[in-house]
Every structure is written in C-alpha cells, then in structure tokens.
C-alpha cells in the first residue's frame, strides 16, 4: 500500500512526532511506501508532495512546526475541490490517507470518508478542544510556554504595580487560559464558555491592589464581554468561516484604565505557544497516536480518530470526535473562581 500523509491547520509541537512514529513502524513491519502532502489539504488539491521514508524523518522528534507544511485550504470551498483530491489520489497510487488536525482539517477528513476516500484521523490542537479524545497533543507544550510567561509578568507588575493582562490562544474554548491562568497564580481568568461583567473584572483588579499585589489577568483571545458592557470590532473570516481574533487583551486594558485609574499592559503570547520544541508529554503522545493510526490504516479502519481514553489509546468515528467542540465545564471554571481578586 502507498499511505498519503498530511498536516492541516495551525501548526503545533508534536506533528513531526507522529510523522516520525507512522513511517518508522509502517514501513518496516507492514512494507508500506509514504508520500507527504505539502501544506495540508492544498497538497492534495494541487498535487504538491514531499519524500516520506525513513531517512526523512531521522532527527525531526524534538522540532516544533511540521516538515511537511500546513495551510487552513478547505477543499469544500474550492470548486471540484474533492473530485481534484480524489484525482490526485488516483494518479499519485495513494490508497489511503492519514489527516493529522484539529476540527476544520478532520471536519474536511470526515468528509472525504463520506465520498469515497479511505482516510484515518489523528487529533491536534494546542486548543484541546476536540471530543472523542482527552487530550490532544501540542496543549501540553502551549500550556507551558503560557505558564513561564505569567510567571515572569508577575515580577514586573509588582515592580511597576501594573494590572497585566496575558491573551492566550483559545477561540471557542478556554482550556489553555484555565489550565495556565491556574496554574500561574493568576487573579482573573477570561474564558469564551463565560462571557464576562467588565464591571466586575475591574471590581478584582482593585481588590488585588488593595492587597499591595498587582494583578495579572488571563484572558482567551474568544473570551466575549456580556452584551452591552464593552464594544469589541469584528474580524475578517478565514476559508473555515472563522474570525480572526485578536484585540480583547487591548480592549480590556483601555476599559481597566478607565475604569480604575490604575495603569494596564497587555502581552499577547500569540504564535509564541505553538512554536518551539514539544514538551516531552507531548511527543509521547503524539507518538503514541502515531503508531496507533498506521495500526488503523492495517486494520482498513477507515473513517476513525485516534483518541487518548485515560491512557489508552482507542478509534472513534471522526463524524463523532469533529461533531461538537469539547469546551470547559463550568465546574472546572468555579473552581478557578476561589482564586479571582
């Protein structure tokens, strides 16, 4: 068999980890023969491949980023889109193809399965906001890098008693902002699932001044103010039909200043949390996943996920991990909550 193999969507630590892990176990114990696809589902569509055997993927377990490139192309959007994919598939003797993504590259994947195409998905997103699975790989390292960077601001707040505001990646769901907010001891933590009171946001920055502390305020870039309490501009759409977020850390640092009095900076940690090298629960994730979904493609388990279950790794439908978003339960955020202020 000939194995397509892609990476669509943001990139994330952990993608070369499961490259790495599907070409070292399937070329030696089942014989297969690889082609990378360039940038996501745009390689597909147009044909653009790359060289996946075992000495391309020598040296590539501890690199952020993905050899093979990523793109947000959706091939739904694109006229003939499916039919140029299944053509490329055709010509290039690819009979089945491994789609490492978040929700828009295994919602086009699902897809692709419902056509024809014998595909087999592996979840990333440093957003973990996928169901089906308890994790997804790259979280842990963003998580980190998000984690240092609240445990610097800290000491430059206090120096300059500052209100600092730390905007995380998050659009739908605020896993990294609690999962980092918590973890690095911030005052107020921001979530999309919540919409938040400006008014009672600036209610904590003042309690935590009193104190002779300086605040540090986490918010996620899709963390929206309840209707009416501050005026947020709308962002052009990506080939998925989402925003472009960006500018709630800026809006909620003018609003703390107007509000309090008190002196607010913002530091948005952007494509910071993606880059760099994977943290090393994450390559062993990713690795795992990795051996798992050439195990499917043996298997002609077609139209499966790879899911982390505890420490198991087990196949869902990719129709039911791309369904819903996985967001934070609500229990989960009030327990943050004893910490606000």
Not at 205 to 227: H, K, N
Request: some cysteine; overall charge negative.
């Amino acid at each position: 068999m000939r194995i397509g193999v892609l990476t669509g969507g943001g990139d994330c630590p952990g993608l070369n980890a499961v490259i790495r892990a599907i070409v070292r176990k399937g070329v030696p114990e089942y014989k297969y023969e690889f082609v990378g696809f360039r940038d996501g589902w745009r390689g597909p569509l147009e044909g653009l491949t790359k060289t996946l055997d075992i000495p391309a993927v020598r040296g590539i377990l501890p690199r952020g980023g993905t050899i093979l490139g990523s793109s947000r192309t959706n091939p739904f959007k694109i006229d003939n889109g499916v039919e140029r994919i299944q053509r490329t598939l055709m010509n290039l003797g690819v009979d089945a193809l491994i789609a490492i993504g978040g929700e828009d590259t295994l919602g086009v994947a699902s897809k692709l399965y419902e056509q024809g195409v014998h595909v087999v998905g592996v979840p990333k997103t440093i957003d973990n906001d996928l169901s089906g699975t308890d994790y997804t790989f790259g979280f842990d390292t963003a998580v980190g890098i998000a984690t240092e960077a609240i445990d610097r601001l800290h000491t430059t707040a206090e120096s300059h008693h500052r209100a600092l505001i730390v905007e995380v990646m998050g659009r739908h769901a605020g896993w990294i902002a609690l999962h980092s907010g918590m973890a690095g001891g911030a005052n107020v933590i921001l979530i999309p699932e919540v919409p938040f009171d400006i008014a009672k946001v600036c209610d904590w920055v003042e309690s935590r001044f009193r104190t002779q502390y300086s605040p540090i305020i986490v918010v996620a870039e899709g963390a929206t103010p309840l209707d009416g309490t501050m005026a947020l501009a709308a962002g052009e759409m990506d080939a998925f039909g989402h925003p472009r977020l960006g500018g709630i850390g800026e809006a909620l640092a003018r609003e703390i200043e107007q509000r309090t009095g008190k002196e607010a900076r913002t530091t948005v940690l952007g494509h910071v949390q993606r880059g760099g090298t994977p943290s090393s629960r994450d390559r062993w994730m990713a690795t795992r996943f990795g051996l798992h979904a050439i195990d499917a493609v043996h298997d002609a388990e077609w139209g499966a996920m790879v899911a982390l279950r505890g420490t198991d790794i087990v196949r869902v439908p990719l129709a039911e991990a791309t369904q819903t978003l996985k967001t934070v339960d609500p229990a989960l955020y009030a327990e943050a909550e004893v910490f606000f202020g």
